[in-house]
């Protein structure tokens, strides 16, 4: 384990185990026992009392995060729940969050998990505007999960809105401002020690980069990148909610608008949202209830986990050289310099003229920051999302519920270089493209629910089915040469032009049930199945079984414990059930599949897909065991959860020898295990402070433990044609990085030296593949939060601490920062550079060929405590007439850090399946490659309910 992050648990843990015994003592005014555990928790298609819950289940309210600068649910559950991983790859507004439960259980699937949201089914949060959000309710294992079905394989997230209530009519506004700076920077050369390096890079023999470097045309000009780049973002966000009700109707309207401006320009994430949930009585045996949600989102994206000469601005803004101007005309322009002014005809050459960003005199395609900065990269989203339900009490203890829901997505990225400001656009006069994306979905549900209550028993009985359809259909538009002048895409005026369109439909159909009985309110049974069929899947493998089962005892109503003063709830858990995967397969995966393309007008088709018509389901099989524990009329809750998760007939795609198609298979097995911990206390609780501590840990194991004959390992992810670096393998974890273990620098030549096979030290010449191992795994050993909130009267405090132990992380970063093979600009580590005979020291010499492998040297400790979020805030009770209460506070974001990683932010993964990986890239991440790096936010909110 990191030693610093090791002993800042420590402290942290004495604190709060300390103030927590010794509040004990002093609190009289707790939770009655009965009262406490009659909450209800929503599990699939109704919902439990939680006294009678039999899986593994957490419940995040929307007083964890109500006061945060967030764009996305998923930001709202990090820290918040054991088992649930949020990792946010990166800073940038509006990027997609990594969420995981229990960990990855699948190697190209999708491991996201399921949102119900208001009864909507839907995988894609984007755009949900979380100050709508009561709570969330995280299902874990597959004994409540599996009448998802393989929906149901990632965990479920049952979101709760806001809706109306009877009694006094509520109109409550909601707004915050504040502003962003990077966490941390990097530090580059200055201009004289880079002119040094290029120096030994000469020496050392590469190429004469000084001379350019020394051009009269640069004198005087030092340029700071990252100041250039690097810059303050402002955040503002309104919302307006108003909700009303009586016996007949209740009605809950909202209006909410979102800025955030990024610290890289032009990064920029602006949402409109707007929603309405309404619940009628018709008939007193008739009822409906609806939700509708529309959003508007408009992303102005900046480029990042990209290196510089593909156009990545956060590389580019370290890498490129300070002797360079933002500008062209910035440089001292010689009327005889044959580079700038044509000397036939004295006029200024492309690269020079006013409003043209200089050219790079190495070479022009690799361009400057703020260059790669005017590309346009915009994304703008309409999503329509409804239900509608209705509740018919059949007979007294028989309710039908049928439902309908849609799902729309429309969204238009359009990008565009014009082709006068940049190398890269003059060099295409112009290239663009506008991509259509149209995505429909249909839910048709019909459920019937049948309760029992009697005595001391308590049955219920659900059974439904289910319909699903998807539509996607895709159309593509791109060119380039375009006129001159022309500044915005337009398809029509492009003189070469390519399009291409796509289509997909897929279909679902289900039969679920669930079975639940509780016997003297101690004992409870729970069964779940669903009965799933898959479109994607050839006939004969279309349909999957996936039932679930689970107990629990409440011991603690026994008679031996119902008048303890001690311990006031005591329940075992157990559950086990079977889940499953169709994500990974495409739409038509039993079919060959071919793309035309015209050879002088002659059409002439390329298999891109071959017939994997024999798939099965992904298949994961989930036991659970957990225990909760109450103490001190539940002041002091303890859950436990250890659990064993196991896929069968893993999915992936494979390539079979040069062939440019793939074919998808079933190559394997994968296992989780894990253990989860949550405690929650009341530490004190009087009329005049209180104070409530949360604390999850999860530790999660995971392994690959069989793997086809035909197929003994899987290798992934390239950066920039450097060689493998992730690799899966039986046997091994998800995700390991693959490369060559170094045994230092050579101190008489300067050259980086490696471990081959036999264990021996040896030079890079001798280097075989074979020699390549596994130097680490970016799976952490534990992930925890931890939060405390305070109140003294009016004011109250709140803080969330987030963290992450034992993971690595692949520092490609440094692959542009360090190798000193060329004339990018460097990081101040290669200050430490070989250079004399002799020296003792762990960077190599300039442009030493040892350097440019991938190995263990790139490997860094990514453990991480993390500082999430601090709120102070004063409550205004009755400050005007009219105004129930005003709320104002100050909230800060990534406030600090503590880690041993040399990147801007241990908090990464450049290759974020929801970044556009696909296949075996899916599984991979602890990966940092020019990430746009995490900010520090400072906000001031208010709240006014009226």
Same mark, same amino acid.
Not at 101 to 110: K, Y
Not at 551 to 579: C, P
């Given at each position: 384990m990191n030693l610093r992050i090791s002993k800042s648990?420590?402290?942290?843990?004495?604190?709060?185990?300390?103030?927590?015994?010794?509040?004990?003592?002093?609190?009289?005014?707790?939770?009655?026992?009965?009262?406490?555990? +009659?909450?209800?928790?929503?599990?699939?298609?109704?919902?439990?009392?939680?006294?009678?819950?039999?899986?593994?289940?957490?419940?995040? /309210?929307?007083?964890?995060?109500?006061?945060?600068?967030? =764009?996305?649910?998923?930001?709202?559950?990090?820290?918040?729940?054991?088992?649930v991983s949020v990792v946010q790859a990166s800073g940038k507004p509006g990027a997609n969050i990594d969420? /995981?439960?229990?960990? #990855?259980?699948?190697?190209?699937?999708?491991?996201?998990?399921?949102?119900?949201?208001?009864?909507?089914?839907?995988?894609?949060?984007?755009?949900?505007?979380?100050?709508?959000?009561?709570?969330?309710?995280?299902?874990?294992?597959?004994?409540?999960?599996?009448?998802?079905?393989?929906?149901?394989?990632?965990?479920?997230?049952?979101?709760?809105?806001?809706?109306?209530?009877i009694g006094k009519p509520q109109l409550n506004f909601n707004a915050y401002w504040g502003f962003s700076k990077a966490v941390k920077n990097i530090d580059v050369l200055n201009q004289d020690q880079y002119k040094s390096l290029l120096s030994d890079i000469k020496l050392n023999g590469g190429g004469d980069y000084l001379a350019t470097a020394n051009n009269p045309r640069y004198a005087g000009i030092n340029t700071d990148w990252t100041k250039e780049v690097f810059q303050t973002g402002f955040d503002q966000n309104y919302n307006v909610n108003y909700a009303f009700g009586n016996e007949s109707i209740k009605a809950y309207a909202a209006l909410g608008y979102q800025d955030i401006d990024g610290i890289i320009k032009p990064s920029r994430f602006q949402r409109t949202s707007a929603k309405l949930n309404l619940d009628a009585v018709i008939l007193p045996w008739l009822k409906l209830n609806s939700s509708v949600?529309?959003?508007?989102?408009?992303?102005? &994206?900046? %480029?990042?986990?990209?290196?510089?000469?593909?156009?990545?601005?956060?590389?580019?803004a370290f890498n490129t050289p300070t002797f360079l101007p933002v500008y062209g005309n910035q440089v001292n322009m010689s009327p005889s310099d044959p580079e700038i002014y044509d000397q036939a005809t004295g006029a200024i050459k492309d690269g020079y003229k006013p409003g043209q960003?200089?050219?790079?005199? =190495?070479?022009?395609?690799?361009? @400057?920051?703020?260059?790669?900065?005017?590309?346009?990269?915009?994304?703008?989203?309409?999503?329509?999302?409804?239900?509608?339900?209705? +509740?018919?009490?059949?007979?007294?203890?028989?309710?039908?519920?049928?439902?309908?829901?849609?799902?729309?997505?429309?969204?238009?990225?359009?990008?565009?270089?014009?082709?006068?400001?940049?190398?890269?656009? !003059?060099?295409?006069?112009?290239?663009?493209?506008?991509?259509? &994306?149209?995505?429909?979905?249909?839910?048709? +549900?019909?459920?019937? @629910? =049948?309760?029992?209550?009697?005595?001391?028993?308590?049955?219920?009985?659900?059974?439904g089915m289910q319909i699903n359809e998807r539509n996607f259909q895709s159309n593509y538009y791109g060119g380039d040469t375009f006129p001159e002048g022309i500044f915005n895409f337009n398809y029509d005026l492009a003189k070469n032009q390519s399009y291409d369109i796509r289509k997909e439909i897929?279909?679902?159909?289900?039969?679920?049930?669930?079975?639940?009985?509780?016997?003297?309110?101690?004992?409870?049974?729970?069964?779940?199945?669903? +009965?799933?069929?898959? *479109?994607?899947?050839?006939?004969?493998?279309?349909?999957?079984?996936?039932?679930?089962?689970?107990?629990?005892?409440?011991?603690?109503?026994?008679?031996?414990?119902?008048?303890?003063?001690?311990?006031?709830?005591?329940?075992?858990?157990?559950?086990?059930?079977?889940?499953? &995967?169709?994500?990974?397969?495409?739409?038509?995966?039993?079919? $060959?599949?071919?793309?035309?393309?015209?050879?002088?007008?002659?059409?002439?088709?390329?298999?891109?897909?071959?017939?994997?018509?024999?798939?099965?389901?992904?298949?994961?099989?989930?036991? #659970?065991?957990?225990?909760?524990?109450?103490?001190?009329? #539940? !002041?002091?809750?303890?859950?436990?959860?250890?659990?064993?998760?196991?896929?069968?007939?893993?999915?992936?795609?494979?390539?079979?020898?040069?062939?440019?198609?793939?074919?998808?298979?079933?190559?394997?097995?994968?296992?989780?295990?894990?253990?989860?911990?949550?405690? %929650?206390?009341?530490?004190?609780?009087?009329? *005049?402070?209180?104070? $409530?501590?949360?604390?999850?840990i999860s530790f999660t194991k995971n392994k690959i433990t069989e793997m086809s004959s035909y197929l003994r390992s899987i290798p992934a992810t390239n950066i920039e044609g450097m060689g493998t670096l992730v690799k899966f393998e039986q046997g091994q974890p998800l995700g390991m990085f693959y490369g060559y273990q170094t045994s230092g620098v050579n101190p008489n030549n300067g050259d980086m030296m490696y471990v081959n096979a036999s264990g021996n030290v040896v030079p890079y010449t001798e280097l075989k593949p074979e020699d390549r191992r596994y130097i680490g795994n970016p799976n952490p050993d534990f992930t925890f939060g931890f939060s405390n909130n305070f109140k003294l009267k009016n004011w109250y405090l709140d803080m969330l601490v987030t963290g992450s132990v034992g993971n690595d992380i692949f520092n490609a970063t440094r692959f542009?920062?360090?190798?000193?093979?060329? =004339?990018?600009?460097?990081?101040?580590?290669?200050? $430490?550079?070989?250079?004399?005979?002799?020296?003792?020291?762990?960077?190599?010499?300039?442009?030493?060929?040892?350097?440019?492998?991938?190995?263990?040297?790139?490997?860094? @400790?990514? *453990?991480?405590?993390?500082?999430?979020?601090?709120?102070?805030?004063?409550?205004?009770? #009755?400050?005007?007439?009219?105004?129930?209460?005003?709320?104002?506070y100050v909230t800060g974001q990534n406030i600090f850090t503590i880690t041993d990683y040399s990147g801007m932010d241990p908090e990464v993964n450049a290759f974020s399946p929801n970044n556009g990986t696909s296949g075996a890239e899916r599984a991979v991440f602890g990966i940092d490659y020019g990430t746009y790096p995490q900010v520090r936010t400072i906000i001031i909110g208010l709240k006014a309910n009226f």
């Open positions: 648990l420590g402290m942290v843990a004495v604190l709060y185990f300390t103030a927590n015994f010794s509040a004990q003592t002093k609190v009289k005014d707790t939770v009655p026992k009965e009262k406490a555990i +009659e909450e209800v928790v929503l599990v699939g298609y109704g919902s439990v009392k939680k006294q009678n819950l039999t899986s593994a289940a957490s419940v995040v /309210k929307a007083d964890a995060f109500d006061n945060r600068p967030l =764009y996305n649910v998923g930001q709202a559950l990090q820290g918040q729940a054991a088992g969420i /995981k439960i229990r960990g #990855n259980n699948s190697i190209s699937s999708a491991v996201s998990p399921l949102y119900v949201i208001d009864g909507i089914q839907t995988n894609d949060i984007s755009g949900v505007n979380t100050d709508d959000i009561v709570d969330m309710t995280i299902l874990k294992d597959a004994s409540s999960t599996a009448i998802y079905g393989i929906n149901g394989s990632s965990g479920v997230v049952i979101i709760t809105t806001k809706r109306g209530k949600n529309y959003f508007l989102t408009n992303l102005t &994206n900046t %480029n990042d986990n990209l290196s510089t000469a593909r156009g990545g601005v956060v590389l580019s960003f200089a050219p790079n005199p =190495y070479q022009s395609s690799w361009e @400057n920051p703020v260059a790669y900065q005017s590309r346009k990269d915009k994304t703008l989203t309409q999503r329509f999302l409804s239900n509608l339900g209705l +509740e018919v009490r059949l007979f007294k203890d028989l309710t039908w519920k049928p439902s309908i829901s849609f799902d729309m997505i429309d969204s238009r990225n359009t990008k565009f270089t014009d082709g006068f400001q940049t190398s890269y656009g !003059r060099s295409k006069l112009g290239i663009g493209s506008q991509e259509f &994306n149209t995505f429909q979905e249909y839910n048709f +549900e019909n459920t019937l @629910n =049948y309760t029992f209550k009697k005595s001391v028993h308590d049955f219920s009985l659900l059974g897929l279909r679902q159909v289900s039969f679920f049930g669930r079975a639940l009985y509780t016997l003297n309110g101690k004992y409870t049974v729970m069964g779940v199945f669903r +009965e799933n069929a898959n *479109s994607a899947l050839a006939p004969g493998n279309k349909w999957g079984f996936f039932p679930g089962v689970s107990a629990s005892w409440l011991i603690s109503k026994e008679n031996f414990l119902a008048d303890s003063k001690i311990i006031s709830e005591l329940k075992l858990r157990g559950g086990w059930g079977k889940t499953g &995967n169709a994500s990974a397969i495409p739409a038509y995966s039993h079919f $060959n599949l071919y793309n035309p393309f015209w050879n002088n007008g002659v059409p002439v088709y390329t298999n891109t897909q071959s017939d994997s018509g024999d798939l099965a389901w992904e298949t994961t099989t989930d036991t #659970n065991v957990g225990l909760d524990l109450g103490i001190l009329d #539940n !002041r002091i809750r303890l859950s436990v959860d250890a659990y064993q998760r196991k896929t069968d007939n893993l999915i992936a795609p494979i390539r079979l020898g040069t062939s440019d198609f793939l074919i998808f298979r079933n190559i394997g097995s994968l296992e989780n295990k894990g253990l989860e911990l949550a405690l %929650n206390t009341v530490n004190i609780k009087n009329e *005049s402070f209180t104070w $409530n501590t949360s604390f999850n542009d920062l360090e190798m000193m093979n060329d =004339y990018k600009n460097q990081s101040t580590e290669v200050l $430490n550079r070989w250079t004399t005979a002799g020296q003792i020291t762990d960077v190599p010499r300039a442009n030493s060929p040892s350097a440019q492998f991938i190995s263990d040297r790139f490997i860094e @400790n990514g *453990s991480y405590l993390k500082l999430k979020a601090v709120t102070l805030g004063y409550n205004f009770l #009755n400050p005007f007439k009219g105004l129930s209460k005003l709320n104002l």
